[in-house]
């Protein structure tokens, strides 16, 4: 296996590792605001004992990301030093704010939420839980702009040298891709963490434990998660699909497996694509459905991959498609399911409907596969470039960083993964063990 294999195979593991944190606590953070709020204007303790047990969760979740968030920063120097050299005058800006403004924001207001409690009040407590939301949304915003300026960079110029230097600041933090995607990624984290909370609620009705919290968090886990699903799709989803189309078309063709361009394209739902034969093996299509979806005419004309030179491809097809089909899939079964739970709320009967609360629970693990999903969608995506358009993957690998030395680092941090796996999840059962009630005031 050749290093670059190697090198992105190390950066695609300990990135997948570590979203799976952040992407439930930037969730949590809005909703257990929403938690003190309602403790807050209703008086009623039983909120403020909801919305501690949460914060416990937030923050094991959130000591398991700044563990694993910490070795992505090294990777940019040890295992991408060519494009830090090229690339960090840009990026270094927002990842910098991303640790000096928005992460000490949260941490440390994290740490007068958790401990400050009776000293500071019910007001200044909540204060401090709306500036934990505010951190954790605001570093979701810098890592986004940093992304989104890989996908489409603006504001920059390139210097004698070749190295692409910071032309605009507000050009960086103002990039036309930011908007959709950092909302579709937002809302994305707000399904997350509706669906774990209605599961963990859902799991306590059913064993009959803790049965007021249980139907706190499936009535708040399913009101925020049908209006995050909903969000999800329209108009987030499908304001990130036509940043696509307009600015990466080549990659919209290789998520929807289309090879020949067409007037009134269709809407791949199943197939399987050929990319040696160029073509779509058993296709099951809606038609004319992409044109209109993209550009709201039904005979609009749509580029296939054909009608671009082959190094522009995207370059592992099949892995972007299925990806692809695979976060749209799950977020409509979101929809459908939050849809169903949100009905039969409405209707008084959520709370013993026993197939619904299993549901609900079951679901719990399908966000952090549809969220995979789509971030693989984005990053394979935007291949065969690290930095669209100006400089390709291989060209920013380190030279001098042989795929032994990739593979050995590689395996360490499997192994290390693994162990930090198994504790947060202990961590995190002991916790929904024991329930609301056993949490004390501090």
């Known amino acids: ?3 670059l294999t190697v090198h992105r195979l190390h950066f695609a593991f300990t990135i997948t590792f570590h979203y799976l944190f952040p992407q439930l606590t930037m969730g949590l ?8 709020t309602m403790a807050l204007r209703t008086g009623n303790e039983h909120y403020n004992q909801a919305a501690r047990f949460w914060t416990r969760i937030f923050a094991i979740n959130f000591a398991m990301g700044v563990v694993t968030g910490i070795p992505m920063e090294f990777q940019f120097g040890t295992n991408w030093a060519r494009f830090s050299r090229a690339a960090g005058g840009v990026i270094g800006q927002t990842l910098a704010m991303e640790g000096v403004f928005s992460f000490f924001l949260e941490s440390s207001f994290l740490g007068v939420f958790l401990f400050g409690e009776k000293r500071l009040g019910p007001k200044a407590h909540w204060f401090a839980g709306f500036l934990v939301f505010a951190g954790s949304w605001l570093s979701g915003f810098f890592i986004i702009a ?7 960079p603006t504001g920059y110029q390139l210097g004698p ?3 692409i230097l910071l032309s605009s600041f507000w050009g960086l933090l103002l990039n036309p891709w930011i908007f959709w995607q950092y909302l579709h990624n937002m809302i994305g984290s707000v ?22 919290f249980g139907r706190t968090f499936v009535r708040l886990g399913v009101i925020a998660g049908s209006i995050a699903a909903f969000l999800m799709v329209f108009p987030t989803g499908d304001g990130q699909g036509k940043n696509i189309a307009y600015l990466q078309p080549p990659t919209l063709a290789a998520m929807e497996g289309l090879f020949e361009t067409e007037n009134g394209a269709p809407l791949a739902i199943l197939g399987q694509p050929d990319v040696d034969h160029q073509r779509l093996d058993n296709p099951l299509v809606v038609p004319r459905a992409l044109s209109f979806l993209t550009y709201q005419r039904w005979g609009a004309q749509v580029k296939g991959l054909n009608d671009f030179p082959k190094d522009v491809w995207p370059d592992n097809i099949p892995i972007l498609y299925f990806s692809y089909h695979i976060m749209v899939g799950l977020g409509t079964v979101f929809v459908g399911a939050m849809a169903m739970a949100a009905f039969s709320l409405w209707r008084g009967k959520l709370y013993t409907a026993r197939p619904l609360l299993w549901m609900l629970m079951l679901m719990l693990p399908f966000p952090y596969i549809a969220t995979t999903a789509g971030w693989v969608t984005a990053e394979l995506g935007r291949q065969p470039w690290i930095i669209y358009g100006l400089m390709r993957t291989p060209a920013g690998v380190s030279p001098h960083v042989s795929s032994g030395n990739a593979i050995f680092t590689l395996l360490g941090f499997m192994g290390l993964y693994t162990v930090l796996a198994m504790l947060g999840l202990l961590l995190v059962y002991r916790e929904i063990d024991e329930g609301p009630g056993h949490v004390a005031v501090n």
């Open 161 to 163: 040298n070749g190295e």
């Open 191 to 212: 399904v997350t963490a509706s669906f774990v909370m209605a599961s963990i609620g859902a799991f306590y009705l059913l064993i009959q434990r803790h049965e007021d």
């Open 146 to 152: 940093t992304d989104a300026w890989m996908q489409h």
């Open 1 to 3: 296996m050749d290093a």
């Open 29 to 36: 953070a809005l909703l257990i605001l929403v938690l003190k």
